[in-house]
């Protein structure tokens, strides 16, 4: 165990935690024991800062860090079984989406979700109830888990299984219902490595929220890019890019065993802190709508360039130079929000990097499970107090429609308000409690937000 | 700790009546998430008022308590700041108590000694403490008020500069020792500062008002630069002074 600084993916909250390797489910056991008789004993209880599992790192603000306490390295947990005729596979909470994919995919099976980053564990994945380009049809994360196995806060190991109400307040739960050492996972049959894809061009905001909307009839997977610094009425012009699996015979489709290992170049470790600014921003966004083809093309890809674009950088949350960024990313029913926020956004001059904007089909019932029917609007911020007062007031406009902040995303929101983004907190407080009662589990987030 | 836009929730101030300390908690709360506020010192009048200050500035949301602190009752700053941590999380902490002798040094001894015991002995006792449970909690900010009267030693305050001396060097050393425990620590040089502690004072250059201490502390919470001139230019003065042979430095109208 050593003691050292984490920070989330954003680079913009820290706090120095015990870093403790977890190999095995006796190692989490001893360890949640540990914690839990520091915060039993009413002459250490006040001391006490409690225990947190943590995968690769890549929720953006403090939902991984737990200052002054232990975190759990779950990485370890890398067992991988065979994915069975039914399609289910059996894998270690530490086993990365990338290397299930890398697993899975030569045996005609992909994930059932994917986040924008191969990198993030399946058990992050499922505590923060992750959603892909899909979610309009498949949902998030947590509706593709047949069950896991978890050590809840008396260091007792559990297994729950679909249809466990105690599973509502683990997925989703932000590693603070408990230690998952464990999933079995539903995944999805697929015949190529490839995605085919169609690109094309909106004109400004309307248009691409009404082609999200046609294209999710068509495609199983969707996004938007948004060019939000666009002059005048092009606000929120864009590039769709929607897909779904190739069939092996299409031209150019990679075979199932034809998947290129991914290899990622590094940002340089000196990137100064200006060098995501309005104006380069700005560049950005143009170059990016022009090379993007005026009328729609279809092409093969591969999975990565489709999914995971931004892995081919090590490190790109680095070029927000030292004092980061936050990813504002919030959920509202109402498209109107969608578009009063980037107005607001632009009347402010925020600065704002690769805005993305996506429809949300149904939620999975988990009360702190973020999508919720309508859309979701995503993008970076860098970190600056002067930024506060605007995002709060963004906050006031989704909240105001019952929308909600994305808590894997979040490292600043008013805590006043997630009890009326999530309204059913105390339903998951509830559970929480039957699965840790002596509140063994602490976050940095759940601190600030007094989540639990 | 901070959010991630520098924002922070709980805040303890020693030295509950500090106008520095004041204004510095009110530019805190204005970055909206200021939620607990403790004001560490003497129960009395003066600490009253600061709490009704404090109350009436912050407004509703932020809940103002008080700690009942001595500096010079070392034996108790364990338990009285303890309980303050034991109570919540702190991320900053304003060491602002000090005293000001009206004359260079005091003729009784025990007094002169006494002015040591609350600005060096007392903060030192009190950093030990806040010291030990920030790293506790794997974070915090602590903020000492200095002074660039320990900088130089002038004879007009030399008891005072000479506790101040010794503050900042104790708090630049706990600074380089907390280094990758998550804690920091900001040495804050102001010059003069126009406050009750130094009314009727004749005003030399570069004085500034507890406000823009306050401003400097704000813009200085995280960063690399953990000692701070108020105004700035004042490392520059302060840097030509300190070379100054003390022939030419006694002649200054300083």
């Known amino acids: ?452 | 700790m901070l959010d991630a836009l520098g924002a922070p929730q709980s805040v303890l101030v020693l030295g509950a009546t500090s106008e520095i300390a004041g204004a510095t908690v009110a530019r805190l709360a204005g970055r909206g998430r200021l939620r607990r506020v403790v004001l560490a010192g003497r129960p009395g009048p003066g600490r009253d008022a600061a709490v009704a200050a404090a109350s009436a500035t912050l407004g509703a949301e932020v809940a103002v308590e008080t700690a009942d602190f001595d500096a010079t009752d070392i034996g108790s700053h364990a338990r009285v700041l303890g309980a303050v941590f034991d109570a919540g999380d702190v991320d900053v902490t304003l060491l602002a108590f000090g005293v000001l002798p009206p004359t260079p040094t005091l003729a009784d001894p025990a007094a002169a000694a006494e002015v040591v015991t609350t600005n060096f002995s007392g903060a030192v006792s009190a950093l030990t403490v806040v010291a030990e449970r920030s790293r506790g909690q794997g974070h915090g900010i602590l903020v000492v008020l200095s002074s660039v009267a320990g900088e130089r030693v002038r004879r007009s305050n030399y008891l005072y500069g000479s506790t101040k001396a010794g503050l900042d060097a104790f708090a630049t050393g706990l600074g380089e020792d907390l280094r990758g425990s998550g804690v920091s620590v900001l040495v804050i040089r102001p010059g003069f500062v126009r406050t009750s502690m130094t009314a009727g004072m004749a005003e030399p250059p570069m004085a500034v008002d507890a406000d823009d201490v306050a401003a400097a502390v704000l813009g200085h919470l995280t960063g690399p630069s953990r000692t701070v001139w108020v105004p700035g230019q004042m490392r520059l003065v302060m840097s030509a002074l300190r070379h100054l042979p003390a022939a030419a430095f006694r002649r200054l109208p300083i």
């Open chain 1, 1 to 452: 165990m050593s003691r050292v600084p984490l920070t989330g993916w954003g680079r913009s909250t820290r706090s120095t935690a015990d870093l403790a390797p977890a190999l095995t489910v006796d190692d989490v056991v001893d360890a949640v024991r540990a914690a839990r008789a520091v915060r039993t004993d009413p002459a250490s209880a006040g001391r006490s800062r409690g225990i947190l599992p943590r995968g690769l790192g890549r929720s953006y603000g403090d939902a991984a860090a737990n200052g002054g306490g232990v975190v759990l390295d779950m990485v370890g947990f890398g067992s991988l079984g065979p994915v069975d005729a039914d399609g289910i596979v059996e894998v270690g909470a530490g086993v990365s989406v990338g290397e299930l994919i890398d697993a899975a995919v030569p045996q005609g099976w992909f994930v059932p979700v994917t986040p924008g980053t191969r990198h993030v564990t399946i058990g992050g994945a499922l505590a923060a109830d992750v959603h892909g380009k899909n979610h309009h049809r498949d949902a998030s994360i947590g509706a593709h888990v047949e069950g896991l196995t978890l050590v809840d806060g008396c260091g007792e190991v559990r297994t729950l299984t679909r249809g466990d109400e105690q599973l509502d307040a683990v997925i989703g739960g932000m590693g603070l219902a408990g230690v998952i050492t464990s999933a079995r996972l539903r995944m999805r049959p697929v015949r190529s490595a490839s995605i085919t894809v169609e690109t094309s061009r909106t004109a400004d905001l309307d248009a691409t929220m009404t082609a999200l909307e046609e294209h999710d009839q068509r495609f199983p997977y969707t996004v938007a890019w948004l060019d939000t610094l666009a002059p005048g009425g092009a606000l929120g012009r864009g590039v769709l890019t929607s897909g779904d699996h190739s069939a092996p015979d299409e031209p150019g489709a990679l075979p199932l065993d034809g998947l290129p290992r991914p290899r990622a170049a590094s940002a340089p470790p000196w990137a100064p802190s200006g060098m995501v600014n309005r104006s380069t921003a700005r560049a950005f966004n143009e170059a990016y709508f022009r090379r993007a083809p005026a009328t729609a093309t279809t092409a093969p890809a591969s999975l990565t360039t489709f999914f995971h674009p931004l892995d081919v950088v090590d490190g790109w949350n680095r070029a927000y130079g030292a004092r980061g960024f936050v990813q504002y990313q919030v959920a509202v029913a109402d498209g109107s929000v969608i578009e009063a926020v980037l107005e607001l956004f632009r009347r402010e001059q925020v600065v704002q990097f690769l805005p993305v904007l996506k429809r949300f089909g149904p939620g999975t019932g988990a009360p702190l499970s973020f999508p919720q029917p309508g859309w979701t609007l995503a993008l970076d911020v860098p970190a600056s107090s002067e930024v506060a007062a605007v995002l709060d007031r963004a906050d006031e406009l989704v909240v105001a429609a019952g929308g909600r902040c994305y808590l894997a995303k979040d490292g600043r929101v008013r805590p006043e308000l997630v009890r009326t983004m999530y309204p059913d907190l105390p339903r998951w407080q509830q559970l929480r409690a039957e699965l840790d009662p002596d509140g063994v589990f602490v976050s940095d987030l759940s601190r600030r937000l007094s989540l639990c």
